[in-house]
């Protein structure tokens, strides 16, 4: 996906190679309520960072689609302070971005909280700028919060998992969400469309009981 550490050069050169060599099957089951959901004026944006996009997109779409609420998913690169970033550049870190998921949700079929609670329980947010042998200021847990109410949220759900599920303070920044960019088309569904490409091993479901409201 990205620089790791040195050790783990042939991992990194396999995940950029890949990035090279999709292909693309029928993607209509993944997209078949967007079309008719987004004209709602109801719906909600939340963009989360929490290591390689490609798995994030992938156990959020599998957990929040299929009319779960999730309405549409992009992976791209926020946070950072260059313009128009491409994939080689956000890899070295020096561009300031991280890898992200864009979601655009309905309110009314999913909480903001349930899908911090989520983002919480798939992937590590006590490790700083590493999830598993991604390592580097793009791999950062991060929420981008898009206005108050999302930033008093965050900063709840966020309390109470460090004190009542992980039991240590977290890495995780919640910041404004400034500039978006979309990753390249190829990074999109990624992992559907190449069901066998590189999966972070810190992308999981923990078993946590569920947060209090």
């Not at 847990?141 to 039991?167: L, M």
């Not at 890495?171 to 978006?180: K, N």
């Not at 069901?195 to 078993?207: I, L, M, N, Q, T």
């Amino acid at each position: 996906m990205a620089f790791a550490a040195p050790t783990l050069g042939s991992t990194v050169f396999s995940r950029l190679f890949r990035t090279f060599s999709t292909t693309s099957p029928s993607l209509s089951h993944t997209t078949e309520s967007i079309s008719r959901n987004m004209t709602s004026s109801s719906t909600q944006t939340a963009t989360l960072a929490a290591g390689c996009f490609w798995g994030v997109e992938h156990l959020f779409r599998k957990q929040f689609g299929q009319g779960k609420g999730l309405l549409d998913a992009k992976v791209g690169y926020c946070g950072g302070n260059t313009a128009s970033p491409n994939y080689r550049a956000v890899c070295t870190g020096d561009t300031g971005h991280a890898e992200a998921l864009k979601i655009t949700f309905d309110p009314s079929l999913v909480s903001y909280r349930s899908l911090l609670e989520f983002f919480y329980r798939m992937h590590d947010p006590t490790t700083k700028n590493q999830q598993g042998p991604d390592v580097g200021t793009q791999y950062r847990s991060a929420i981008f919060t898009h206005g108050d109410e999302q930033h008093k949220i965050a900063e709840s759900v966020t309390e109470k998992v460090s004190k009542e599920w992980y039991k240590q303070p977290l890495s995780t920044e919640i910041i404004p969400a400034g500039q978006w960019w979309d990753a390249e088309e190829y990074h999109q569904l990624y992992l559907h469309k190449n069901p066998s490409g590189y999966e972070c091993p810190a992308h999981f479901v923990r078993s946590f009981p569920p947060l209090s409201e």
